[in-house]
């Protein structure tokens, strides 16, 4: 099968599951028309796809021809010259459905890719996530899919993730199995390295990012989070609004630990330090909650920890700060961006709540990310 055929076949099958049937039919004719090998029927000049009354047995047959492993078989032809694509998908299970926006860059000809999953802030959705971080645009220098769930306002008037319901914080449940089955779907239908594939997400969505790496730590390998909060500070609104503005540092409160004092995931967070949405202090509570050392191994934890402090040119001055493991590798970082508010560090200001004046936190995140990856093989 050539690349060609390969994705036309891909993108039918995605349209054909969120029920654009017609659309899925345009889209094999203009598959079949270009991409078959010679045959008798295509002599006609006419590729025909068959529409009756029978309308799922049709697209099983012409879109799942034989195991998924055909599906997602690297092609034959390189598809480097061709514009990365921009695709709309649909997922449902019995925790609800959630539409997605897939990106895919012009590279990808059928070789395992890393894949991160972006989850949007409130009142966001995946193009204008997508236009503010530049992930896509990073995804053709640095190859990997990138997936962007929407969440819907039927499920939160804002169009935020549910971090803050205890009913939306556990595995297969509520929203964290809905954004795992689409992780899920991704992998099944394309040729993902499934030791590495990551999450992140900015505010409410930073917030859903780290439950997904803690309730799934077999299936992400690393997590970012931008201006977030811990996984579990909050059980409803009220109790949210006070971890958003600093209460759990007022009250003394802590977010759960995570036992053995382990992260689940590697974690890199970003924070600015003039946050009036998200006190930064929840920052500190995250890399507290994911700190890879007992409270025994303190002293020796600190001198693992290496402070770098500098300026983007003509923009904030920044504190990072990384964590090593006992073998030295790092496996947390935590940015603290002086200066900047509620907003995705180094961003375009082609989306909403962005800060270019930053470090490019995406750039950052990919970084990291590369450097972490599942145990196994895949």
């Known amino acids: 099968m050539n690349a060609r ?35 008798k029927a295509a002599d006609t000049g006419t590729a025909h796809v068959d529409v009756g009354t029978a309308p799922g047995q049709t697209w099983r047959r012409y879109l799942l021809p034989g195991p998924p492993a055909e599906i997602i078989s690297p092609p034959g032809r390189d598809i480097g010259q061709e514009e990365g694509r921009f695709v709309t998908g649909s997922y449902s299970n019995r925790a609800g459905t959630r539409s997605y926006k897939l990106y895919i860059p012009r590279g990808y000809h059928g070789q395992p890719l890393p894949l991160v999953v972006m989850l949007h802030g409130c009142t966001q959705d995946p193009d204008d996530f997508a236009a503010g971080t530049r992930m896509n645009e990073l995804a053709e220098a640095q190859p990997c899919l990138v997936v962007y769930p929407a969440q819907t306002p039927a499920a939160n008037g804002s169009k935020c993730w549910n971090w803050f319901k205890a009913t939306d914080q556990h595995r297969e449940q509520g929203e964290p199995c809905i954004i795992a089955g689409i992780t899920r779907e991704i992998l099944a239908t394309y040729h993902v390295d499934r030791q590495k594939v990551y999450v992140a997400g ?52 802590h977010a759960p630990a995570i036992p053995g004092g382990r992260p689940a995931v590697p974690t890199i967070v970003f924070h600015g330090d003039r946050d009036t949405t998200v006190h930064p202090g929840n920052g500190d509570h995250v890399i507290a909650q994911c700190a ?66 930053g470090p490019d936190a995406s750039r950052e995140m990919l970084r990291f990310f590369r450097g972490h990856c599942l145990p196994g093989s895949s």
Do not use: C, F
């Open 292 to 357: 890879p050392t007992r409270s025994g191994q303190s002293r020796q934890a600190e001198r693992r920890v290496q402070v770098e402090r500098g300026r983007v040119p003509k923009g904030h001055a920044y504190t990072r700060t990384t964590y090593q493991n006992a073998d030295g590798k790092p496996i947390m970082e935590h940015w603290l961006i002086h200066g900047a508010g509620h907003s995705w560090s180094g961003g375009s200001s082609n989306g909403s709540y962005t800060d270019p004046k």
């Open 202 to 253: 900015l505010s409410a969505g930073g917030a859903m990012a780290l439950t997904m790496a803690m309730t799934y730590p077999d299936l992400y390998a690393a997590v970012g989070i931008h201006s977030g909060l811990p996984h579990g500070a909050a059980k409803d609104l009220p109790s949210a609004l006070m971890m958003m503005q600093g209460g759990a540092v007022a009250a003394g409160r």
């Open 5 to 39: 055929l390969h994705l036309g076949m891909v993108d039918a099958m995605r349209l054909t599951r969120a029920g654009h049937l017609l659309e899925a039919t345009a889209t094999i004719q203009r598959t079949l028309g270009d991409g078959l090998p010679s045959t």
